[in-house]
């Protein structure tokens, strides 16, 4: 460990520039906005990067403008390849393969939560200092319902739906809550298809701790959860929260987390006055007629329309100043496409589930001109990054942001155990290789899904030897914290991931680095964070 830890601080010491907390007189406003199963090559924002043709590239100019305006990772990834992990690390700063779901997705219609109660998620740190919080859209990180005596009910069988939510995303850091249980499919019946008393499908709409289609006819709802009015509904919750947070002089964090484009495609007739579905086109200016991509150009008219909003109101905190200026606006996604084509992957090997690259690089975007995350200006062409990111990396870029130390790694309210600020490199500084990422859960590993599917990749452009290391590890390290090899790949060179070195003793040093930053990293009470590190 020492050897590999003193080369990487002689061959580092020469970038090493680290960004002072900020200091702002206002605290920056946050809208984090999660597309579901979107590739990088299902957004115009990455055709460059991708190489699609105008003919097949899905035309996304709300995300272009976001491009523009601020900042472009070109490595930014997935903590999982699946869904449920995501969010997870998204919200706690810490990987999912810590927790009891070291594979897979929650599953079922009624799952416990996820979130431990005493874990300080990302919206309880901002609701502590001040901020007003709220989440439209996809959880997915378990509920407990309550019975009809009002306890605590043991799963879905014996939940009266009458009943306030014993545990759910309000008691995990949101002030509001509007949206789903889990992906829109399968969170309740649509309209009156398969709703009855015995229906299994799930909740339908859920607002604040109510389930508000309950009829009180054992789990029939009132069909008031449709599918195509899914992304209408949330367009409309979200707008409606800005517009009263915009109202008061405290700042705000929107988690906006889009059902689209996770199947079945079904995306709205229009968002407000703008039309969604028949309405995508190509780059080329042809018409898809494909309702996936009018689903996934879905999330671009979301977008739109937030940053329309940010764009003509006034800051309340900041006189003379649009919300636009003072708020950080980052969009990605949970996971890569859940299609292999790479016209959706781009240049990778894989998609949805899967530790190779097209599994879990996603498109990260990032604008606050306030803070010098790009200038908010569509004329110039954005500035692109091209450090290492995770989408756990969020809770500590915003502490740093608002200049706040993150929560303890043990003891009371503890969290972020595995994010890293990535403030610095969204405003362009020079800074030092980001520590190893760790995306895991590979369908390659076993044709039917299984605990073998809990491989790990221990991903790092900090190696001894020059370029982007990606070394696999089999699902004994997830569940035992034993360390099995099975490919490595230098992504400068593959992208592809076609030739697996692992065998090559040229490389055996860089196996070595990688499997010590994995063993440092090992186990569910382990972190890849300094103490310090804020």
Known sequence: MNHYGLLFISLSIPCFCFAEPSRLEQPPNVIIFLADDMGLGDTSAYQDWTKN????????????????????????????????????????????????????????????????????TFPEFLQAVGYQTAMVGKWHLGLTYRNKEGNAATGWDDADLTKPL???????????????????????????????STQRIG???????????????????????QLDKVGQKLDERALKFLKQAASEKMPFLLYFASPSNHSPYTPSEALG???????STFKSGTSTNSQRLDFVYQNDVHVARLLDFLDKTPDPRRPGHMLRDNTLFVF????????SSKVCTGPLRSHKGSVYEGGHRVPFLACWPYGGVGDGRVETPGRECARLCALN???????????????????????????ISQLAAMKGSLTAPRVAIFPNDHKEASKKTSDKRAWVAVRSNATPLVGEWKLFLDHRYAWQQELFPQELYNLTDDLMESENLLDNPEYSRVVGFLLEQARTAAGDKGYTRQPAEQ
């Open 273 to 279: 006055e703008d039309p969604v579905a028949g309405a």
């Open 53 to 120: 043709p105008d003919s097949l590239q899905l035309s996304t100019p709300a995300m272009e403008r976001l491009a523009k305006q601020g900042v472009r990772f070109t490595d930014a990834h997935s903590p999982s390849s699946r869904c449920s992990p995501t969010r997870y690390a998204l919200l706690t700063g810490r990987y999912c393969w810590r927790t009891r779901l070291k594979h897979w997705v929650l599953f079922g219609v009624h799952c416990p939560p996820l979130i431990e109660r005493e874990r300080v």
């Open 166 to 196: 014993a545990d759910g995303p309000l008691d995990h850091g949101f002030d509001k809550f509007f949206g789903v249980s889990r992906s829109h499919g399968t969170s309740g019946p649509d309209g009156q298809k398969k709703n009855s």
């Open 203 to 225: 909740p339908g709409w859920i607002d604040g701790r109510s389930i508000i289609g309950a009829t009180g006819d054992g789990k029939k709802l009132d069909g008031s959860y």
């Open 332 to 339: 990605s996604s949970d996971n890569g496409a859940e299609r």
């Open 393 to 419: 990396d969020i809770f500590a870029t915003v502490a740093e942001a608002i200049g706040k130390p993150l929560p303890p790694l043990h003891g009371h309210s503890y969290g972020a155990e595995d994010s």
